[in-house]
C-alpha cells in the first residue's frame, strides 16, 4: 500500500517520534508499505512521521530499488558516531521541490534495531551518512532545512507558506 506523504507544516513531522516496541506482524507490513511509498515517490528514505505516524522506524535505500542488499530498516536508531564533514544537495518528499546544499558529517555510524528486533550497526558514507541524519532527524521532530542558514530557511519557509496560501501545497 502507497501512504500519501505528509508536507512541511504538519504537526507530526515537528515532535519527536514515539519507540516501536512490537516486532509484530502489522510492523513487517508497514515496513513493506513504506518501502513501496518511498519507491513510488523516487526517495532513497523514508521515516514514519512523513506518512503521519510518530514511531521510531526509516526506511533507507541509496541504490533506489537496484540493489536488494541496500534495503536497510532502522528502528529506533540512534546516531552514535560522527566523523568529517559534507556538504552537498539535500531534499525531502515532506518540502517537494525544495533542495539545498546541508551540512553533514561525512561518515555516520548508527545503531537500531531491524525488522525483527535485532541490533545492527550501520556505518555510512557520502549519499548513505546524509540520508542516516536526513531520516533519524525526522524522527526527532527535525527536517533538513534546520541545519540551514536562517535567511536560507527562511526563504523556503516564505515560499512554501505563498504556496499554502495559493492552495498549491
Ligand atoms: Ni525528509
Same mark, same amino acid.
Not at 518511498?38 to 526506511?59: D, E, F, H, T
Not at 561525512?106 to 536526513?134: M, W, Y
Given at each position: 500500500?502507497?501512504?500519501?506523504?505528509?508536507?512541511?507544516?504538519?504537526?507530526?513531522?515537528?515532535?519527536?517520534?514515539? =519507540?516501536?516496541?512490537?516486532? &509484530?506482524?502489522? !510492523?513487517?507490513? +508497514?515496513?513493506?508499505?513504506?518501502?513501496?511509498?518511498?519507491?513510488?515517490?523516487?526517495?532513497?528514505? !523514508?521515516?514514519? =512521521?512523513?506518512?503521519?505516524? /510518530?514511531?521510531? !522506524?526509516?526506511?533507507? &535505500?541509496? $541504490? *533506489?530499488?537496484?540493489?536488494?542488499?541496500? #534495503? +536497510?530498516?532502522?528502528?529506533?536508531? %540512534?546516531?552514535?558516531?560522527? %566523523?568529517?564533514?559534507?556538504?552537498?544537495? %539535500?531534499?525531502? +518528499? *515532506? !518540502? =517537494? &521541490?525544495?533542495?539545498?546544499?546541508?551540512? #553533514?558529517?561525512?561518515?555516520?555510524?548508527?545503531?537500531? @534495531? &531491524?525488522?525483527?528486533?535485532? =541490533?545492527?550497526?550501520?556505518?555510512?558514507?557520502?549519499?548513505?551518512?546524509?540520508? @542516516?541524519?536526513?531520516?533519524?532527524?525526522? +524522527?526527532?521532530?527535525?527536517?533538513?532545512? $534546520?541545519?540551514? $542558514?536562517?535567511?536560507?530557511?527562511? /526563504?523556503?519557509? #516564505?515560499?512554501? #507558506?505563498?504556496?499554502?496560501?495559493?492552495?498549491?501545497?
Amino acid at each position: 500500500m502507497i501512504y500519501p506523504i505528509v508536507k512541511y507544516g504538519q504537526e507530526v513531522l515537528d515532535k519527536p517520534a514515539q =519507540p516501536v516496541t512490537a516486532f &509484530d506482524a502489522p !510492523l513487517q507490513k +508497514l515496513i513493506e508499505d513504506m518501502f513501496e511509498t518511498m519507491y513510488a515517490a523516487n526517495g532513497v528514505g !523514508l521515516a514514519a =512521521p512523513q506518512i503521519g505516524l /510518530s514511531l521510531r !522506524l526509516c526506511v533507507i &535505500d541509496v $541504490s *533506489s530499488g537496484q540493489d536488494p542488499n541496500a #534495503r +536497510l530498516v532502522l528502528v529506533n536508531p %540512534e546516531i552514535i558516531a560522527r %566523523e568529517g564533514e559534507q556538504l552537498e544537495e %539535500e531534499g525531502c +518528499l *515532506s !518540502l =517537494p &521541490d525544495f533542495r539545498a546544499k546541508t551540512p #553533514r558529517p561525512a561518515v555516520v555510524t548508527a545503531r537500531a @534495531l &531491524d525488522a525483527q528486533g535485532q =541490533p545492527v550497526e550501520i556505518k555510512g558514507e557520502g549519499l548513505l551518512a546524509r540520508a @542516516l541524519c536526513h531520516e533519524i532527524d525526522h +524522527l526527532n521532530g527535525k527536517l533538513f532545512i $534546520s541545519h540551514l $542558514s536562517r535567511l536560507k530557511r527562511d /526563504s523556503i519557509q #516564505r515560499r512554501v #507558506r505563498k504556496m499554502m496560501k495559493a492552495g498549491q501545497w
